[in-house]
């Protein structure tokens, strides 16, 4: 009888194991890993897709903001073939990051762009709207959070704290506007599209409120306010633009507004049952606009938002 010794029996062994493994397994279906849908569901209804289109608006923002912020150019470098023809942003620039904040930044601007990418495989993308993301335009909004003008005026570019502060104003508005839109639409594949959204728009905002959190009583130079402070001047500004209550919450709260009314600290916004607030593209216009009017322009957004939905509010003014 043969002996196997040395390399011999390794390879034995190995081709015991695996064979083992197959033997186990054999007894059981293949598996599969693709959810199972209806047999008649309906992937994309009709009126999905202006519901799905119009958080395209807020993907476009974000996309240029954090690319540009990390890497000095935007979707005309980096994906053209997505900005349909739309203008390019007006004032985006690098800014002076740290090497930390750089390299969040910079997944952050390429997790937007794979956003506009699967909106335009499941219902399709209309041209970038023009933007307005000069540090002019993000000081005429600190001002405003504050009640008087800031000096000198707020740059979002200056550095690593400044730029997450004004992604503070950002991403929040899209994550709420999300969950706003979840009952409202029905195809099983734009109820996986707006959740995947959802899920990192949500991590976004956890990454910049746990940032700011961790810097809460730091004082922002040049300014005689915390970090805190400007997170509540910021939330403040926003419920008042969209003019339907709390919605919104800065990264210290009081006791009332806390997680079952037992906690100061608010890393993570959300209401008396602990859920993610919602808001209504009516109030999100209001707010990335900065005029609490649906149906005038400004801020973010000189000439409008795009989309049908965003349009219809303008053809109205």
């Known amino acids: 009888m043969a002996v196997l010794s040395g390399p011999l029996i390794s390879s034995f062994f190995v081709f015991m194991i695996l064979m083992s493994n197959n033997l186990m397994y054999s007894g059981f279906s293949q598996p599969t890993c693709k959810p199972a849908y209806p047999k008649d569901a309906i992937p994309v209804y009709k009126e999905d897709v202006d519901m ?44 002076n990051l740290d090497a930390l904040t750089e390299k969040i930044i910079t997944e ?131 419920n008042r633009l969209g003019m339907c209550g709390i919605k919104d919450e800065g990264i210290i709260v009081p006791l009332e507004l806390g997680a079952e009314n037992r906690t100061t600290s608010n890393v993570l916004s959300a209401n008396y049952y602990s859920l993610s607030y919602r808001r209504t593209p009516a109030e999100i216009l209001r707010i990335v606009y900065g005029t609490g009017n649906e149906h005038v322009p400004g801020g973010f957004y000189p000439r409008g938002g795009n989309g049908r939905i965003a349009k219809s509010f303008l053809n109205k003014s």
Do not use: C
């Not at 993907?59 to 997505?82: M, N, S, T």
């Open 52 to 95: 799905m289109q119009f958080p395209e608006n807020l993907e476009f923002l974000e996309a240029e903001f954090f690319l540009w912020a990390a890497l000095g150019h935007g979707l005309d470098r980096v994906a053209p073939y997505l900005v349909m023809g739309g203008p390019p942003p007006i004032g985006a620039q690098k800014a």
């Open 108 to 238: 952050f601007a390429y997790q937007e762009v794979g956003h506009l990418r699967a909106l335009k495989s499941v219902v399709g993308l209309f041209p970038r709207p023009l933007l307005d993301l000069s540090a002019k335009n993000f000081a005429k909004l600190f001002d405003e959070a504050f009640g008087y003008k800031l000096v000198p005026p707020f740059d979002p570019y200056r550095d690593s704290l400044s730029y997450m502060l004004a992604s503070y104003v950002i991403p929040y508005v899209g994550l709420v506007g999300y969950v706003g839109t979840n009952p409202t639409i029905n195809g099983y594949l734009t109820k996986r599209l707006l959740a995947g959204l959802l899920g990192v728009e949500s991590g976004q905002d956890a990454v910049i409120r746990t940032y700011l959190y961790e810097r809460a009583e730091e004082v922002v130079h040049p300014y005689n306010h915390t970090v805190a402070e400007f997170t509540i001047r910021i939330s403040e500004l926003r």
